[in-house]
Structure formats: C-alpha cells, structure tokens
C-alpha cells in the first residue's frame, strides 16, 4: 500500500521537514508542563505543541479557532501538510486512532460545575469533546464528509488504525483511506499514569536498564494510504509502502503486558507474515519503548527473540513524550522519513540495557545507515498490541 | 460475501434477554424512569436504568470485580449473543473471533469519580485503581479475558451511529478469511454528569415520555445498557447491506446525510425501517428522509419504550429489525405525535409482509450511518 503523503504534528516540530530535523540533530523536546497545574504530581514533564505555532499551521479564523480543541488544530494542521503534497487524494474512508478526544473540554465542563468558571460556554465544551469531533472537523475543512471509523485501543490506536487502514485497501474494498491519530495532553490522563507510577519525574530512558518510566506528549499525524496500483497510475509520489500489519490481544492484565512477551511477539510476527517477510529483512525497529520496567522488559524480550541482535532499534518517545493515540501515527511518519533519508533516529537518554537483554539500540545519537524495510510497534491498556511493517519506496 | 446475523444478546432496561424484550415491547410496554442527582450540580434528571436483576446471571469473574457497569452490560450481552449461536470458543479459535467494541461516552462513572478526586482533594489523591477503568477499550479488554478473544479487538468511539459503524467494520474485517465470527457489541452506562451535560446541550426533557417525531421536538431522556450481534457467514437474518457512513457539520445538513444513507441503502418496496428517532432534532431530519427516499414504509422508533443508550442504541435497533423480520410483527411505537408524517404502525403487533428492515443511525454528534438486513 503506498503511502502517497503525510502530515505531522508533534513536540519534535510541526511538519515533516522540521520533525525530520529534530530526529537528526536527537532533540530532546521534553519540557515542564505549563497547561495544568502539576505540583502534586511525581511527574512534572512532557513533550507538548506550543499553540503559536499550531494555531498559525491549522489557518483557523479567529472565532472558529477558539470554539474548536487543540485536539482539532492538531488534525487539521496534519491533514493541511498532506493535502498539500496530494491535492488529489480524496479518501474513501478516514480511519483514525485516538485515546481521550477532547478531554479537556470535559474537565473544562466539570470544573465549572464545581464553581470554578462560568457555565456560558458548556454546550460547546460538550458539542466538541467527543473523539470523532476533531476527526470530523479536519474532513469538514477540506469540505470532505468522508465515512468515519475512530479506534480507541488505548496506546496501540494509531498503528491500529494505520493497520486496519492498510487491511480495508488490501481487501479490495477500498482504494484510498485516509489514516492516523491523534491526542491532546490533559489534565486528567496526565495525573492518570502519574497515579499508576507509570510516569517518571526524571528523564525519560527507554530500555535502560535504570528506566523509571514514560513521559507523556501529544500531536497528531495522518497519513494518505493508497492502492500502489492506483497512485502509480495516477502518477502520485509515493513517500513509503506499509506492507504488513499485525495485532495481538494479551488478556494478562488490564495494563501490563504479559512478561513472557508473547502479545508484543505474536503482533510482530503476525506483521512480518502478512508483509511475507522474515525477520532478517528488518533494518530498523521503531519501538514502543514507553521506558516503564514492565513494557520495556516485555517488549525488549520479544524483540530479543524474534530478531536477535541483528537489528538496530529505537524508541523516540524520549524525544518527544509517549503521544498515546497519536504515538503510532507519528511513529508511522518517523519510520517513513527514516526509510527516505536512510537514518536510524536515536534512542537518548540511554545509559546502558538490561542484564541480559542483547539489543542494538540506537543509542543517543541518530546514526546514518540503510534502511529498506522498518518495523514500528504500538502496544496498549486492555493488552492490545499493533505492529505493522513499512519499506522504502518502490523503484 | 454474505454475512448474517448468528446470535443476539440484549440487556436493557426493559430486562436482558432477547425473547424477554421482545415480549414487554409488543406488549407496548416501556422502562420506568429514576430521578437522578448528584452532589456536584444542583438539577436533577431523569433517566432509564438497567434493573440489578437483569445481570444475575453475568458468571464471576475477577476482571469484573471492580469494573463499572459499562463493562458488565457488555459482558452479559457479549455471553448471551455466543449462547444464543450454540458458540463456545476454544483457544485455537480465539484469534478467529475478532471484537468489535462500539461506545460513545465510556466508563463515565468511574472517569468523574476519578477526576473529581483530583478537584477536590488534588492530583497526588488520584487513585490507580480507577484510571484504568476510564479507558474506553476497558470494557472491550475485559470482554476479550473473559471470553478467551486473543485476536483483532478494536474498540470503535462515535455518536448514537457507532454501533452501525462497528458492524461496518466487522464486515470490511471479514472480507478476510481469517475471521469466522465478528462479535458486536455496544455499551453505555447512564451517570448524572451525562444527563446534565446533554441537558446543557438542551437535549434532554425533565421527565418521561419521548415523543417521537414531534413538533417541536420535545426532548430524550437518557438509559443504559448494551446489545451484541454475532455476525457469521451463515444465519437466520441477512446483513444484507451495510453503509460506511457520513458525517454532517450542521444540523440543518442531518436530513441530507441522512437521506444519502437512506438511498445508498437500496431498500425495496415494502421494507420496515427502524428509526432511531429520540424525541430531538434528529426525529425531523429522519423524518424527511423516509418519506422522501422510503415513502408508505411502515416505521418504528425504539427509544420511546427504552430511552436513548447513546453507543448502544443502534444494536438495540439492528437486534428490534431482526425480531421483528424473524417474527413477521413490529411492536407498537409509543407516544407518537398524532401528525406523523408517515402511515402509523397498526399499533399491535400485527403480522406484517416484511422481508426487509432498514436500520437507520442518526447520532447527535455529526455522525449517521445504516443498514439493511433482509430474511
């Protein structure tokens, strides 16, 4: 399936261009919390998008801007970058992962109820804090009113989405989706993990061996999935193909995975299946790697044995936070620039792995090697596990 | 590729089985209202709920100890829509049952609990046990444990019309043939701080009835519960089409998108249509669009006997047009305005010359979509 274009938004910069520069040059674009108040919280960080440039990238009007979510902004700036690449792309269905849609709106809503602020803007709190709001409003602004599928898998939505994107074209019933995710940072997720100790008041450090947890982000980033047939005809540019997809349920618990990393490992070779791939074919894995002990030890073992040492791995989230719905979405677009300009982008804060664990990460500093095919991974509350494989633009 | 309908299972609050249901609805029954309120605001609001009776016989289970009600409407339904198939999964068959969760509020209960914990005593009082119930895919996750699912599992968010989009879905999944089954199954729990947000939003009347298709619309009343629809490639009702969808911007566009669906739908002459009307602004757009595109088709709206279930809803009314093709008769619609812009069902659960029905989803949040299935 060829990935004819693509938009980006996210802590590491807005669009391609200066998300690809920040991978390069291992950006750490984690900082204090400003939105909410977070002094009771152990964490205190997150990777965030400033409104100035968000706002200036969405081209909202004034009133139309106050009225929408961040969370709409941030789709609507995405999808302005990729239909700017492909003005010819009209999808025929818009698959797209969230976790929390407008959250923030309903604590807007309750803190209100408490006395807290005026009432007077309620209803459109309420009208725009549902998860297909933001989606909807990014379709309405390129006057688009193209059928809706919104998964919310937890942390594994946006390679769901991508993954059941790329299924809906292989079946032939589709030829065009538009796909992705997204999530806007808020109060009430943020003292969530920080409530599960899942969150780390230092710095994020995925897979080392003294990790003490993820941080969280935001952003959004979609992608325009078609028929490789198709765009060829059609003479479109073609940035990546996603060639396999893969998804696990784990039913060990409610949010941890199973140790024996069985959900992480079923998903990955459920994806190189469907790619009709073997493992060795992989140069570059883009990892969950939220940096929790029970994620990175889950996910490291199965990499470890299904891949061995012979391919280089990553987990950007310590650039840019852990984006939850959005996290696979914007990982997709890492992978696609990875395999256009033949980098591996960094792992940072990386000290030293685990005892035992035998991983080539990359570590701290992007590094420039050949990379053909890519594989990303998304795992989630409820035990949901994504993979899908990506490969360089066919000749 | 045919796909049918292979079992049901219906928890509401007109009780939790299917041919139970069914019974009160053609006897013209309809919910008892509980007035509802709540320390955080000063209104109180009516709403439907799920009796306790209707879950007795939800099997133990520690995922759902302390999951909220979201998650046990679910499950039952969930049990029931196997149990109905003759379907008991083993674990080489796990992956080839794919779930299809469709929700639009989620675990509501547990997410202000938690939250207001954070307003009123601060963040470091958060607790740990319920943020993980807040999650909308919790009741999806604890579906698939109880039920041994270990494949695809999606939990798919959306307005009153998600329940048709997660069957949607279902059908573009199985357009593979890895799956035998989809199991679809819609859920939402009734909470005060939903009736008082919708009531902001000036959708809700203060007590019973909902009038349906009455002008002016008068308003919904909330209510609870879940429905699931096993679809497999063989069964006693057809899918005979599904619609992707549309999304509208404005209200006054919800008659056009709806008609779109409608027509798209390709229903023949005669076909029944069971309409999501709810006593709001939808009633009169959908209104329109069955007497432009499906003229003389005999009606019925649900939400009048069992209120309006938000992301459960329109299973509940794919499960009504199964009924009421695999019995020949629809249940009479309650408190219908007197200048119903379309022929009145009889009224009495009259035999009707039906071989199809025509689901139509119209949600409140820019979303429509439909189905149609045949006998």
Known sequence: MAVVAAGVVSPLGIGLIK??????????????????????????????????????????????????????????????????????????????????????????????????????????????????????DALAAFDLSTPCQVIANACASGTNAIGHAFECIRSGRYERVLTGGYDAISELVFVGFDSLQASTPEKCRPFDRQRTGMVLGEGAALLALEEMDAARRRGAH???????????????HLTQPNPSGVGPRTAMEEALRSASIEPEAVDYINAHGTATPFNDAAEGKAIGELF??????????????????AAGAIEAVVCILSLQHDFLPANINFRGSDEGVVLDIVTNKARSAPVATALSNSFGFGGTNASIVMQKRPG | ????????????????????????????????????????????????????????????????????????????????????????????????????????????????????????????????????????????????????????????????????????MAEDLMRNDNFDYSLVVGAEEADWLLCDAYSKWRLT????????????????????????????????????????????????RLGEASKKVLRELEAPLGAAVIASANGTFIDA???????????????????????ESVGASTLWQVITGAQALRTGTLPPMLHMSSNLPFPPPKGDADTLPIRDAVVLGCGLNQQVAGLRLSI
Request: with cysteine; proline share 7%.
């Open chain 1, 19 to 136: 998300t690809l520069q920040s991978l390069r040059d291992s950006r750490d674009c984690v900082t204090p919390v400003t939105r909410f108040p977070v002094d009771q919280c152990r964490c205190k960080t997150a990777g965030q998008v400033d409104d100035e440039p968000l706002i200036a990238a969405a081209q909202l009007n004034g009133r139309q801007g106050r009225r929408l979510h961040r969370a709409s902004h941030m789709m609507i700036a995405a999808l302005r970058e990729a239909w700017s690449q492909d003005p010819r792309f009209r999808p025929q269905l818009t698959v797209v992962g969230t976790t929390s849609g407008g959250m923030s709106f309903g604590e807007q809503y309750y803190r209100s109820l408490q006395g807290q602020a005026t009432l007077r803007q309620a209803p459109a709190w309420i009208a725009n804090y549902p998860p297909q709001k933001p989606v909807i």
């Open chain 1, 238 to 252: 073609i940035l990546a193909e996603i060639t396999g997809y893969g998804i696990s349920t784990d039913n060990h």
């Open chain 1, 308 to 325: 061995g040492k012979g391919v280089a791995v990553s987990s950007t989230k310590a650039m840019m936070g852990h984006s939850l719905g």
């Open chain 2, 1 to 168: 590729m045919s796909l049918h309908i292979a079992g049901m299972g219906w928890v509401t609050p007109l009780g939790s089985s299917v041919p139970e249901v069914w019974g009160r609805l053609l006897r013209g029954e309809e919910a008892a209202v509980e007035i509802i309120s709540d320390s955080v605001g000063q209104e109180s609001h009516p709403v439907f709920r799920v009796p306790a009776s209707a879950l007795k016989d939800l099997p133990a289970h520690p995922r759902l100890r302390r999951a909220s009600a979201i998650s046990r409407f679910a499950a039952a339904a969930g049990i029931a829509a196997l149990d109905d198939a003759g379907i008991t999964i083993s674990a080489p068959d796990a992956p080839r049952i794919a779930l299809i969760f469709a929700i639009s509020n989620g675990g509501v209960i547990y997410t202000k609990r938690f939250y207001r914990d954070i307003v009123a005593a601060g963040a470091n009082t958060a607790s740990p046990l319920l943020f993980p119930e807040t999650v909308f895919n919790a009741p999806a996750s604890h579906l698939a444990a109880l039920l041994g699912l270990t494949g695809v599992s999606y939990t798919l968010v959306g307005d009153g019309a998600v329940g048709l989009l997660a069957m949607r």
């Open chain 2, 205 to 252: 009347r203060s007590a019973p009835p909902i009038e349906p298709f009455h002008s002016p619309a008068k308003g919904m009343i909330l209510s609870e519960g879940s429905g699931a629809i096993l679809m497999a490639r063989s069964g006693s009702v057809k899918i005979a089409m599904t619609h992707a969808g549309t999304s509208y911007t404005k209200r006054s």
């Open chain 2, 285 to 307: 757009a959908e209104a329109s669009a069955v007497t432009d595109v499906m003229p003389g088709s005999a009606v019925y709206a649900l939400k009048p006997a069992l209120g």
